[in-house]
């Protein structure tokens, strides 16, 4: 008799973690999405991306390669660059309407998603471009903007701006880490990627001096070592975008590659930060959806499994 519960136990999947939750031990079930890469782009739209030949590895490797949404907006109004970054973590912008460093625009709400993943023990890393490793990154440096990494926004995460923030230094590691940490199997399951102004497409840079040649060119150099890791072949996922667009409110870049997702299929869905933040919640099961992610629709039709 024990046997044939123990069977039925088992068929059932009694007492398994929900598909694409996290489990207790802070992993995911097989064939669902486990390590997100998270990389973000600046001030670019669509329609001067795609198709263009200062872009030749997103149009003609990562657009064959995965899936991307046709329809991805910022949240409507929502400029310049830090609101939305905030928004993709808080799922408002919180009020904030201006590039202004922490110590102007420091948030002491601890409904954001890092808070959420902390509770639930799921692991997160911000890999910054060009900072030290040595501090709490609160301000500018080199080729580093703090308006380019929402974590340093937020309070709980900062122990209040302190600038020698265990917690703080230890979650916003320099982008050069990011190679070790791939080859040493010590990727966190939540990854946020800033290249630096030049590499992110924000400011037009020697020698290219061309802001979209400098960003596909840093994709490159550095898409490959991800896609070559274990982290994103055992059901990991990219997700390529940019902050905001250009001269309003128009469609930008949102590319998802991952063994999951739907291969050169070119989504019609439209979509927000908003529909990027509830996804990130989907696929490490925490909850509540944080403000507008709980309006907003998930990222589902891009892959062949979800989440």
């Known amino acids: 008799m024990m046997r044939r519960l123990l069977a039925l136990v088992l068929v059932l999947g009694i007492g398994c973690a929900a598909p694409g939750r996290s489990k207790g031990d ?86 954001h998603l890092a808070t959420l993943l902390n509770n639930a023990g799921v692991t997160w890393r911000s890999y910054q471009e060009d900072i030290p490793g040595t501090n709490c990154p609160l301000t500018s440096v080199a080729g580093y903007r703090p308006k380019h990494n929402p974590f340093v926004f937020f309070d709980d995460l900062t122990a209040d701006l302190n600038p020698v923030a265990p917690d703080c230094i230890s979650h916003n ?52 070592t991800i896609l070559a890791s274990p982290a994103y072949l055992n059901d990991g996922v990219i997700f390529i975008t940019w902050d905001e667009s250009e001269g309003g409110d ?20 439209a979509y927000t930060h908003s529909s990027t933040l509830r996804s990130l919640e989907e696929i ?9 992610a709980a309006n907003a629709k998930d990222l589902s039709d891009l892959f062949t499994s979800f989440p």
């Open 284 to 292: 490490f099961g925490v909850s509540p959806l944080i403000r507008d």
């Open 250 to 269: 128009f469609p930008v870049g949102f590319i998802a590659l991952s063994p999951l997702a739907k291969k050169g299929y070119a989504g019609q869905v």
């Open 26 to 111: 802070g992993g995911t079930l097989p064939g669902h999405l486990r390590t997100v890469f998270f990389i973000l782009l600046e001030n670019a739209n669509w329609s001067d991306v795609k198709g263009s030949q200062d872009a030749p590895y997103i149009n003609k490797t990562l657009l064959p390669m995965g899936a991307h949404a046709e329809n991805y907006f910022n949240p409507p109004g929502n400029h310049p660059s830090l609101p939305n970054y905030i928004w993709l973590e808080a799922g408002s912008n919180l009020g904030i309407t201006n590039d202004n460093d922490p110590v102007a625009n420091h948030q002491s709400t601890t409904l």
């Open 173 to 224: 590691r320099p982008l050069t880490q990011l190679a070790t940490d791939l080859a040493d199997g010590t990727v966190a399951q939540y990854n946020f990627i800033t290249p630096n102004i030049c590499h992110d497409g924000h400011d037009s840079c020697a020698p290219e001096n061309n802001k979209l040649k400098q960003a596909d060119d840093w994709l490159s150099g550095n898409v490959p």
